[in-house]
């Protein structure tokens, strides 16, 4: 009975409410511990030595294991719990042995089992009970007394208490892309370059001093790529067990968590498509000489226009009129013509009729030409200012003229064309495989080609704004615009598949980020997006490109009068 409710009261601290036993008492005896788990809420299972459970490392919920160390089995239990990696946090196991506590029988009796850094197990003797662990799998193990904490409400698990690895090393990997321009985890002058691994490397120098121990680390330029199965870079010394942990952080991709096991997301990185809205006016999106007046105010315009031209025709050809004012003679329909689109553009007519008829058309024309020329230089000068919102989706960037690039990293081509997104894929095959390898840049080269126009630049929104904030002008800060084209997994700290430190790490990782640590670490080297401060004020300049409508009426005025040349030069010499 005793026992019985030392063992309920142990694993009720540990708040667990499901219990698997293996024990080989009496039936009465397990008669009276399965009516005493019902009474403190617990379910309980009495293990078949027979055949035994799986004994799975993870699951939903937490689970007590109650292993009686004289039964036959026991060794059994202990070998496979040891191969399946069950000494973990989600098993809490409690071993009896009822005889006074000895060093060397536990030592012998847990032998090379992996009763690593993150196992929850206790050693249950007749006189006291202790936490075991080892730090490595061919390190001693290490008892510590729990004295009257077994008695607490509340005790925690196990690893979640530890914080001293006894100065251990521990294998890992950094990741170096670009070791020619590397000038050392603290430079924040190229934090585009390698932004992940510098994010993440002060992260677990942090994560090591905080659990006394040193890293044994390599160095490695690749994040790793799957190759039918077996990845290399990173990945793959992780995946061959060469190293324990990557100091750095790697996306959570599902090829990668069937190899290894992901402790601690540290930041969302995103990437988008960056690029200058086109401005309003733009002849790729439209004429910028039709946008100041709406088609009626053109229509109404137009249509005063062509009447004084008629007007003007119709008075020239009265007789009795032309007696009057000699002048009229001259005017023809064709100069009536010239006259009202001279009046439009300002220009005036060569000749001034004496008739005042006459003279009040022309008049009335000049006037209005200039009341509408003022509010079209007006309308147009806004709208050389104001960007357009033209191009909101992948879609529109699609059919757009604009140039796309993307940034130079490992994962250049595989979201694209994993991605199930149609406009996406669209994309992708219209705008970026024609290009080829000509479509992946640097950062920097990216980013420049941005203050050039009609450009779009995908990359990483940290390392792109960045480059934004030291090269651009408030002006040019202001013009920019994002698509994001696919969303990136969530980057976290990759670890050896079914590590003993898995949950040790993560249990002080997440300490770091509920105390600020890690939102410190992120505002130091993710680049936020830089304010826009000059929305309103400054001057865009024109390109050629801008005023392209009037560039082709200009050469087909020229075609036109060249052909019209070729005719009357023929038309002369058949006359002659």
């Known amino acids: 009975m005793e026992l019985a409710a ?31 788990a019902q009474r403190h809420g617990m379910r309980i299972n009495i293990a078949d030595w027979e055949r035994l459970p799986t004994l799975e490392p993870y699951g939903i919920h937490r689970e007590g294991m109650l292993l009686d160390l004289t039964c036959p089995g026991a060794q059994l239990v202990l070998e496979k719990a040891s191969a399946t990696r069950a000494f973990n946090l ?14 060397t029988l536990m030592e012998a009796t847990l032998g090379s089992t992996l009763v690593l850094a993150d196992a929850d197990v ?99 330029e690749w994040y790793g790529e799957n190759r039918n199965g077996s990845f290399d870079g990173l990945a793959g010394q992780i995946q061959r067990n060469e190293i324990e942990v990557g100091i750095t952080s ?28 086109p401005s309003i006016y733009m002849s790729s999106v439209s004429n910028v000489f039709l946008l100041p007046f709406s088609r009626g105010v053109w229509l109404a315009t137009w249509a005063i226009l062509a009447s004084a031209a008629v007007i003007l025709t119709l008075l020239a050809r009265r007789q009795q009129l032309r007696a009057i004012d000699s002048s009229l003679q001259r005017l023809s329909f064709g100069e009536s013509v010239i006259f009202s689109i001279g009046t439009v553009c ?51 960037l699609t059919r757009s003229p604009m140039t796309l690039g993307v940034q130079e990293t490992t994962y250049k081509r595989t979201y694209f064309a994993e991605s199930t997104h149609p406009a996406t894929q669209q994309l992708y095959r219209q705008k970026l495989l024609p290009l080829g390898d000509r479509a992946y840049l640097s950062v920097v080269d990216g980013v420049a080609r941005l203050r050039t126009g009609l450009f779009a630049f995908q990359v990483e929104e940290p390392s792109g704004y960045n480059i934004i904030s030291k090269k651009f002008t408030e002006r040019e800060k202001c013009g920019l615009t994002q698509i994001q ?42 680049a936020s997006k830089p304010r826009c401060d000059a929305a309103s004020g400054g001057f865009v300049s024109v390109g050629i490109i801008d005023v392209l409508p009037a560039l082709h009426v200009l050469i087909a005025g020229m075609t036109a009068s060249l052909f019209f040349l070729v005719i009357e030069r023929s038309m002369a010499r058949f006359l002659r």
């Open 250 to 277: 790697l996306f959570m991709r599902d090829d990668r968590i069937q190899v290894m096991h992901f402790f601690s997301e540290t930041f969302e990185l995103r990437g988008a498509f960056i690029f200058r809205q």
């Open 122 to 220: 206790a050693w249950a003797a007749s006189d006291q009970l202790l936490d075991v662990y080892r730090i490595k799998h061919n390190q001693p193990l290490i008892a510590t007394p729990l004295g009257d904490e077994a008695a607490r409400a509340v005790l925690p698990a196990a690893p979640t208490s530890r914080r001293h690895l006894n100065n251990v090393y521990i294998s890992g990997s950094v990741i170096i892309s670009l070791p020619q321009y590397f000038k050392g985890w603290n430079d924040l002058t190229t934090r585009h370059i390698d932004i992940v691994p510098k994010l993440t490397y002060p992260l677990m120098m942090l994560l090591a001093e905080d659990l006394h121990f040193r890293y044994n680390l390599k160095q490695v």
């Open 6 to 36: 030392f063992v309920l009261a142990y694993f009720a601290a540990k708040r667990l409410t499901l219990l698997t036993a293996f024990l080989c008492c009496r039936p009465d005896e397990l008669s009276v511990l399965w009516r005493e």
């Open 90 to 103: 989600r098993h809490s196991w409690l071993l009896l042995l009822n005889a006074p506590f000895n060093a």
């Open 485 to 526: 084209a696919f969303k990136l997994p969530m980057v976290a700290v990759p670890v050896r598949k079914h590590s003993g430190y898995k949950e040790l790490f993560a249990s002080r990782m997440r300490w770091q980020r509920e105390t600020g640590l890690l939102d410190r670490t992120r505002k130091l080297w993710l």
């Open 346 to 396: 300002q220009q005036g007519f060569h000749g001034v009729p004496e008739l005042a008829s006459a003279r009040i058309v022309m008049f009335c024309s000049l006037m209005l030409a200039l009341f509408a020329f003022t509010s079209y230089s007006a309308k147009i000068v806004a709208i050389l200012q104001t960007p357009s919102n033209a191009i909101r989706t992948i879609e529109d």
